[in-house]
């Protein structure tokens, strides 16, 4: 696990020492990301420079450091991740008369492209990457991205100066970068509390999409540069479906523990000290069971606990943890704690980014790195095989409004939002729920939703019209509004899944986990998701053994439930969050105030201040809990305050 950079610019004759300097200025910027080694490689004539940070994982003598060139000196590469079957591949590449100075995957990986091809290569390769290739017979750099989308990748053009790198603020480092705020990448980060790929930040700069080879050509010209596709999420989605797997219950439980049991013995393969995050729900769980089916010592696990009630799972951690008998560790975080992350969210994050889970996420990686230098995680269980809520609140609230005419659906609606929600919460009296009244105007939303897909809109959406908050802003079209991009499932879970698969997972879960534990030189592992196999077993797998009985992740439970009691599991899904509204309303409210302040949101220009400033005082009064919309605003701010 690594971060690199680069940039490519034939059009104008500089010094090696100097593109040696600014390529190395670029790669300091992500030392977080690689702290045991440097490198830089520089063509002057060719106007090349790659840098790289090295966080050692596999071997660490110097056979494996980076920039690398292959054995022919054709091509030199910078990589970030892990091909988890770099020795089957060696051994078939030795058979064919390649030969190795060290055990790294960047020389297998390097050999593969000789052999085959980038192309058939990077199709071959099973894990996580994105990685930089020079040819210097083609004089090409291509960009490859992972199936996913796990490890981040970065480009967009200075004048005529192509840059790269795995986080933006490489690309800050370099002279000629300048960044101007995309105020339509503005709108969608508060559709979605995340700016979805390609988009960024910054005008003219993008994330290059999942699965993705990019090649620049020495003739090319800003703009014209276009990327294959060498894997679709759409096309294995549509294909899982239309062939589904024919084996009874039983041989597609056995066939799933194999293929995990298999991944996730693969992603244990390390030269460093090797643990897991464990939150005691089923995703993680599963990921230290079958670990622990492997290992001859005790997994390391951790967890970090909250005393707040409704954020703690570190009991339930606990026990799992007692039952496999690993060797557990965890950390109880003090509000204050927690809170002092939050200034660090802006450089850490890099772009705005409001899942506010990114606090737990960074103090359990915090937590991990003390004692191991990878951890796996369950990340993608939801998202393969049912299990957010929101699958079935959807299906459960079309099924109770559906019937209605359109007509009376928007009647009830306008009757919901007559009465303010503190008059509502007056009306309802005791309640089971705080501010019931708020819970009122929320319904109202939904039961106008002419379909079931907009509700779902509904549910994964924080600012409801975002244009109206940006100034000059305008939406584009992401797979989550435009419906062209959508799957022809059967079932409406199975298109939220894809949704998610393809928006959710890569732009807010995968940059969450990487941003999180790469800013504590941790490398994470996701065995669901960077096997592409089991990802493509998965979708072949008919809805009835993923959601059964209005509870999500059935087969996967059931492969859990061989090493761990059912009891121990079976709970209502918990969040990984902390208590940010209240938090806002108690010590982060000076702070808020601040960020919110209308004379400071005129100035800057980038917000409509009245909508922000009503939901803050509502907020605030207690009358209804804005705090996903509210952290939206605050995320930018923070970010704007300190990378402006």
Known sequence: MCGITGFFDNTQSTSADSLARTVTRMSDRIRHRGPDDSGAWVDAEAGIALGFRRLAILDLSPTGHQPMQSADERFVMVFNGEIYNFASLRDELASLGHSFRGTSDTEIMLAAIRQWGLLPAVQRFNGMFAFALWDKREHTLSLVRDRLGIKPLYYGWAGKTLLFGSELKTLRAHPDFQGEINRDALTLFLRHNYIPAPHTIYRGYSKLLPASILTIQPDRQPGEETAKIYWSARDTVVNGLAQPFAGDENEAIDTLENLLTDSIGLRMIADVPLGAFLSGG????????????????????????????????????????????????????????????????????????ADSSQIPTFLVSELARRHVTVSLSGDGGDELFGGYNRYFWTMRLWNSIGWLPASLRHTVARGMTLFTPETWSKLLGRSNYPNPGDKVHKLSEIMAAPNPEAIFLDLVSHWKKPEEVVINGSEPATPLTDRAQWINARTLAERMMFLDLVTYLPDDILAKVDRASMGTSLEARAPFLDDHETVEFAWKLPLNLKIRNGQGKWILRQVLYRHVPREMIERPKMGFGVPIDSWLRGPLKEWSETLLDESRLKREGYFNPAPIRQKWQEHLSGARNWQYYLWDILMFQAWLETNA
Do not use: C, W
């Open 282 to 353: 089923v995703d993680s769980s599963t990921v230290v069971a079958l670990m622990q089916k492997q290992s001859s010592r005790p997994v390391r696990t951790f967890t970090i606990g909250f005393n707040e009630a409704g954020f703690d799972e570190a009991q339930h951690a606990k026990a799992v943890a007692r039952h496999l008998g690993t060797d557990h560790t965890e950390l109880y975080v003090t509000p204050e704690e927690a809170r002092a992350v939050i200034p660090r969210l802006p450089s850490l994050y890099d772009e705005p980014f």
